[in-house]
């Protein structure tokens, strides 16, 4: 079996094969970008996508906002379909469904442009144009990435929504996109059981300004089709194979995508069409080293960043074949992940440590029987990943053969920004390595002087792929990014230097991974307080050994008396709000919650609490006396 990586003192590098077949192998590359990066930029954009027009101008930037091949133009669906189109035969896409006896679906890339076409040319018969903004609320299905390209198509933004988001969080997405036209589904499958989307969508869609809803069918429900309903597959056959692709300024914006901020309310990430098609092609090709005949599994549902960029536009633009699973990696068993991989010949796998760290857990078991013969590259994402976790992966995946890329990037970033290149190396557990040629990170402290160690910053020219603004909210844009440090891209992640690499140690904000998801603490907490009985909560993260951290609510009640049944209540009511990724896992009813003079919650108090260790800053309280009462409920 072929061995991609070799030892060298404590840390991996590239193997002599590893370094035949990279893209890059030659670590001065880094170097020489730096000189010159925007130059860099340019040539790669000029070599890896079509364009309709050269831009004017590569680079300009009046901070806070830049742009990238200013003056350029293109059409992003075509550079993912059309320039494939003399390959058609080739799969773009391997979609598995969760249930073993329903059968895998292939597209090839002439088939997946087909229907992409005609979707797109009954979206604008539907009264979509250029520029308008379409909301997709979909589960892991082909139709959801016919969907995108769609758009993508026809100029218009897409907005896709997790399909696991309540009826709450969708509407606030819709609303604050202005779409007019959602793509939904009558539901789909978890670990066999059907769960139902359509109610959800019905109810988020009240008050926005939806009047047509596109339905896929994945359960198969009978539907009466009258307005404003339509059936995906109806509409579909109505159309021609081929729709003009509209020419679109580098600038245009390709999607948006919301994320968790430090306040409740989830800011909508703006991504171009130009920068981000330049820096998901060249992510994907050089990180993973794909080449066409690759499939690639990216385990991210689409319903985020990793998925946008990793199982969509990154593969397709670059002419592989992405694997798309419909269910949970536990369905019928432990084994289903190691199956898929080796049915379908995947060569590099993309995944985050909170999965991982359940597979070690439940399914080192079924890792022995499997060769893994075909992987190359495994990747990883999300959060940090523990020594203990990457050495199972490079062990019982990898089988002591492929080197582990950790990406570490962001929904704001667009595509991956800090990883060891898979022919340069090293590759060393808990280290992320060193920025993505053209590009520069910098520690510093709180007060914006260098440091080892401290907060992760973007130096100019920020990266093609960032995003250009939140939408509809320029204040929160500059406050969240470029307030804190002068000119330099504010992160909100810890880091620190180690040999020139950096270790990236996770959110210094009031922002949670859950099970790699992004949650803000305040989220969940105006959650909890629209609830009736509550006067008031706070939410903090608690470490948890599968996913990371889990969110945990201290709540002071109106009236009522705490009970198990309010417990669960609470509960379900952030099921019913936010999503059951937010929901916490234990609910911790108080009389009060310490607080600064200011009024401020001051969550670092309720960790430690939940840590058993003593709190420190009591004397800043104005409240001090309610710690010694939380003590006895947390017990
Ligand atoms: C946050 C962004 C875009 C990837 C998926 C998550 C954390 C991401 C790593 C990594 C340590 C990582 C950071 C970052 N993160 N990758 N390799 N090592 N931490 O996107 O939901 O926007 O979350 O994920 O804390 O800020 P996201």
Redesign the pocket.
Known sequence: MVNYIVKKGNKYWPSKEMKRIAWVTDSKIYKKAEKNPVKFWEELAKEGIDWRKAWSKTYEEKLPYFKWFKGGKLNFCLNVLDRHIGNGHKTALIWVPEATDERTIKLSYKELFDKVNQFANALKKLGVKKHDTVAIYLPLVPELVISMLACARIGAAHTVVFSAFAPDALQARIIDGESKILITADGYFRRGKKIDMLSNANKAIKGTKVNKIIIVKRLNKKMNYRKPYYSFDKEIEKYPHYCMPETMNSEDILFVLY?SGTTGKPKGIVHDTGGYAVQSYYTAKWNFNLNPDDVMWCT?DIG???GHTYAVYGPLLNGATTLLYEGTPDFPNFDRWFKIIEENNVSIFYTAPTALRMLKKYADGFTDKRKFSKLRILG??????DEETWNWYFKKIGKSRCPII????????GGTLI?ALPGIGPFVPTI?GRSFPGTRHEIVDDNGKKAKKGNLVQLPPFAPGMLHGVLNNHKKYVETYWKRFKKKYD???GAIMINNLFR?T??TDDVM?VA???IATAEIENAIDKHKQIIESAVVPVPDEVRGEVPVAFVVLKSDKPSEKLEAEIKKHVDNTVGPIARPSKVYFVQDLPKTRSGKIMRRILKNILKHERPEGLMTLINPDCVEEIKMVVG
């Open positions: 994320t991210a985020w960043i990793t990883t994402v999300g959060e940090p990943i950790d990406t570490w990037w962001q929904t704001e970033t990883n992320s992160t909100s992640d990236i996770g959110r991974k790699g998801h992004r």
